[in-house]
């Protein structure tokens, strides 16, 4: 099993429906919560901004701040 420690942020370029991995890594960051996503377990994402979100609850927070401004 793998440790903090091994785990490394991936760069990733959000397409639809899927990413292109530019760096290798485990993780990305909310853009919302600046929470760890697995990218196994990445759902939520927006092409337009290019950053990913932990789950729909997040991605509407982000599309309500974008929407106020």
């Known amino acids: 099993m793998f440790g903090l420690s091994d785990q490394n942020e991936a760069k990733i370029h959000y397409n639809t ?11 990305v960051l909310c853009a919302v919560t600046q929470q760890r996503i697995l990218l196994e377990n990445l759902k939520y994402w927006s092409v337009e901004r290019q950053e990913a979100y932990t789950d729909g609850a997040a991605m509407m927070r982000r599309e309500q701040e974008f929407n106020k401004a």
């Open 17 to 27: 429906p899927d990413y292109i991995i530019i760096k290798a890594g485990n993780y």
